[in-house]
T-cell receptor
Framework: AQSVAQPEDQVNVAEGNPLTVKCTYSVSGNPYLFWYVQYPNRGLQFLLK??????LVKGSYGFEAEFNKSQTSFHLKKPSALVSDSALYFC????????????FGSGTRLQVQP | NAGVTQTPKFQVLKTGQSMTLQCAQDMNHEYMSWYRQDPGMGLRLIHYSVGAGITDQGEVPNGYNVSRSTTEDFPLRLLSAAPSQTSVYFCASSYSAPGLANYGYTFGSGTRLTVV
């Protein structure tokens, strides 16, 4: 079975500071990894993905994530946080074979203070 | 606009009533799925389909039925609504081939369901 852990329910950061939202995963085979963001009363918006290739993935709105196979992690990062980044962030994984369903983490609420 | 369309956006049901949540996509995606989102639990997979005529169960299928008669549509049916099915429901679709540059899962805007 595949699983995702987002160990922090909430992350607080001051505007202009770097931010990190943590994600670790468990999957049989090679992982496909995704980050999504959800604003209040909205659907999920795609931020970035890792399928294969470079371990550092750059995505929308200045976000990036680093795939670390040995630590089974895919932490989301941004060099300088904006107040508008405040939202709920989800990490998701699926295996490269078999069922194509995404398994999501429980989500991390990012609060950026002015 | 291309994407995943869910209807209705809001619904209130009485316990025991049945209803169908609609999901349609116009991107010719082979894969479609239904999730429910509950506070603190992320999104949990209800049912999914890898193509027309093919469906399978996810993590939390009890109380829900699906069918996939066309590539475009993937309705979710609640057979006899229960308060435990109060949730926000999301439909998602994707291509089958991860090698495509635009590979990813596109989500609808959700249906907020309350069962009283």
């Amino acid at each position: 079975a595949q699983s995702v852990a987002q160990p922090e329910d909430q992350v607080n950061v001051a505007e202009g500071n770097p931010l990190t939202v943590k994600c670790t995963y468990s999957v049989s085979g090679n992982p496909y990894l995704f980050w999504y963001v959800q604003y209040p009363n909205r659907g999920l918006q795609f931020l970035l993905k890792y399928i294969t290739g470079d371990n550092l993935v750059k995505g929308s709105y200045g976000f990036e994530a680093e795939f670390n196979k040995s630590q089974t992690s895919f932490h989301l990062k941004k060099p300088s946080a904006l107040v508008s980044d405040s939202a709920l962030y989800f990490c998701a994984v699926r295996a490269d074979t078999g069922r194509r369903a995404l398994t999501f983490g429980s989500g991390t609420r990012l609060q950026v203070q002015p | 606009n291309a994407g995943v369309t869910q209807t209705p956006k809001f619904q209130v049901l009485k316990t025991g009533q049945s209803m169908t949540l609609q999901c349609a996509q116009d991107m010719n995606h082979e894969y479609m799925s239904w999730y429910r989102q509950d506070p603190g639990m992320g999104l949990r997979l209800i049912h999914y389909s890898v193509g027309a005529g093919i469906t399978d169960q996810g993590e939390v299928p009890n109380g829900y039925n699906v069918s996939r008669s066309t590539t475009e549509d993937f309705p979710l049916r609640l057979l006899s609504a229960a308060p435990s099915q109060t949730s926000v429901y999301f439909c998602a679709s994707s291509y089958s081939a991860p090698g495509l540059a635009n590979y990813g899962y596109t989500f609808g805007s959700g249906t907020r369901l309350t069962v009283v």
